[in-house]
C-alpha cells in the first residue's frame, strides 16, 4: 500500500467518524486523525494545510 492510499483510508474513517460521532470523546479522536492526515497530506503536497483543510471540510459526510 502507498502512502496516499493509507492516507485516503485514514482520511475516510475520520471523516465517517466526524459525521456520526456524537461522544465528544469521540469526536476529539477523528479530529485528532484529520489533523494527521492533513499534516501528511499538507507535507507531500507541498501545499498549505489550510488548503488541504478546506478541501476535506467541503467533502464532510459519510463516505462509502
Known amino acids: 500500500m502507498d502512502i496516499f ?3 485516503d483510508e485514514l482520511q475516510t ?3 465517517n ?3 456520526y460521532a456524537r461522544d ?3 469526536r476529539e479522536r477523528y479530529e485528532h486523525l484529520m489533523r494527521l492526515t492533513t ?6 503536497l507541498a ?3 489550510e488548503t488541504i483543510r ?4 467541503n467533502e ?5
Open 54 to 57: 478546506e478541501r476535506f471540510r
Open 13 to 15: 474513517i475520520a471523516r
Open 47 to 49: 501545499l498549505p494545510e
Open 17 to 19: 467518524g466526524l459525521h
Open 24 to 26: 465528544p470523546y469521540d
Open 5 to 7: 492510499s493509507l492516507l
Open 39 to 44: 499534516q501528511q497530506y499538507s507535507q507531500l
Open 60 to 64: 464532510l459526510g459519510y463516505i462509502t
